[in-house]
C-alpha cells in the first residue's frame, strides 16, 4: 500500500525492549471532493500515526513539512483502558521512505554532500565506472 503526505512533526526515536529502536512520525494526508449537488470543494485532511523499524538514522530527515511517500501496511492495536474500555489505533507500519520535497528548513542544507542509506547496506568501492 502507497500514501502520500506531509510529516506534521519531526519524527522521533523510542527504545522498545530488547535494544530495539522505532521511528514514530505522523503524516497529513490532503485531499478534496465535491459533493454530490454542489459547486464548492470540500477539503479533508486525514492524520495517519507511522513506525519505521528498519533505520533509526532516517529520523534525521524526517522533520516537520517534508512530502514522503510511505510503503507498507496498516496496523491495528485492540486493547483495554485503564476503565476496562476496549480502544484501538491504526498505525501504518512503513517499510520503504520516499523523499518527494524536504522540508525548507532542510533545502537550505546542501544536501548533495549527504548520503541517505536507510537499509544499512554497504556502498560497493569497487565499481567499473
Not at 483502558?81 to 533545502?107: D, R
Amino acid at each position: 500500500m502507497e500514501i502520500i503526505g506531509r510529516l506534521t512533526a519531526d519524527a522521533t526515536i523510542h527504545k522498545v525492549g530488547n535494544n530495539k529502536e522505532v521511528v514514530n512520525f505522523s503524516i497529513a494526508v490532503n485531499d478534496h471532493y465535491k459533493p454530490k449537488g454542489s459547486t464548492e470543494t470540500k477539503e479533508i485532511v486525514t492524520y495517519i500515526e507511522c513506525s519505521y523499524w528498519l533505520n533509526t538514522k532516517l529520523a534525521q530527515w524526517l522533520k516537520k513539512g517534508t512530502l514522503v511517500a510511505l510503503f507498507g501496511r496498516i496496523g491495528l492495536s485492540v486493547y483495554l483502558s485503564n476503565k476496562g474500555e476496549a480502544k484501538g489505533s491504526l498505525n501504518f507500519h512503513t517499510n520503504t521512505i520516499k523523499f518527494l520535497v524536504f522540508s525548507k528548513k532542510q533545502q537550505q542544507t546542501n544536501l548533495n554532500e549527504v548520503s541517505i542509506n536507510p537499509h544499512n547496506e554497504k556502498e560497493p568501492d569497487d565499481l567499473p565506472f
